[in-house]
């Protein structure tokens, strides 16, 4: 169950000579009709780094304030170098009950955001998957790499 990892993360190294549009590790659970209900990407999307937080449906929101959470996250700070690896995770971890989780977003070992999730709980039975996502045109050059992909157990009380 997704609830006994805390930490999924890998490396990843765009080429010079990737055209592609998305490189990402892609965390979901999948509602009805396979659409997902929760997802967040880390990784480079048009050569700059890139968090996305999709927690429910953005028709849900109430207002444009909380319709802005679906946007991409800024990561002030952040580069995305060419031929260069980065390790990139995400960790999952519960709050004080056990029944709440935050979704932490790690580049090259620092926490670079963070957010309580609405979507994932201690009652979720979904399963969560975990996808190493390159988008792009169908004839775009790829010169993506993944490599060192762990998940890391949580610690049992």
């Known amino acids: 169950h997704w ?4 930490v ?4 990843m190294q765009v080429g010079a000579r990737d055209h592609s549009k998305t490189a990402v590790l892609e ?11 929760f997802r967040a990407r880390l990784g480079i999307r048009q050569g700059h780094p890139y ?3 999709e927690d429910g449906e953005v028709a849900r929101a109430r207002d444009d304030e909380e319709r802005k959470r679906w946007d991409p996250v800024e990561l002030p700070g952040i580069t995305a170098a060419v031929d260069t690896p980065v390790r990139l995770a995400f960790a ?3 709050d004080e009950t056990g029944k709440r989780f935050t979704l932490q977003a790690y ?4 926490l670079v955001h963070e957010r309580p999730i609405d979507r994932l709980n201690a009652r979720s039975s979904a399963p969560l998957w975990v996808d190493l996502v390159v988008e792009g045109a169908p004839d775009d050059l790829v010169d993506v790499s993944f490599d060192d992909f762990r998940l890391v157990r949580r610690r049992e009380k």
Request: no cysteine; net charge positive.
């Open 27 to 37: 965390l979901s659970t999948r509602g009805s009709r396979n659409n997902p209900d």
């Open 92 to 94: 999952v971890v519960p």
């Open 51 to 53: 968090l996305l937080i």
């Open 107 to 110: 580049w090259n070992g620092d």
């Open 3 to 6: 609830t006994l990892f805390i």
């Open 8 to 11: 999924k993360f890998f490396t």
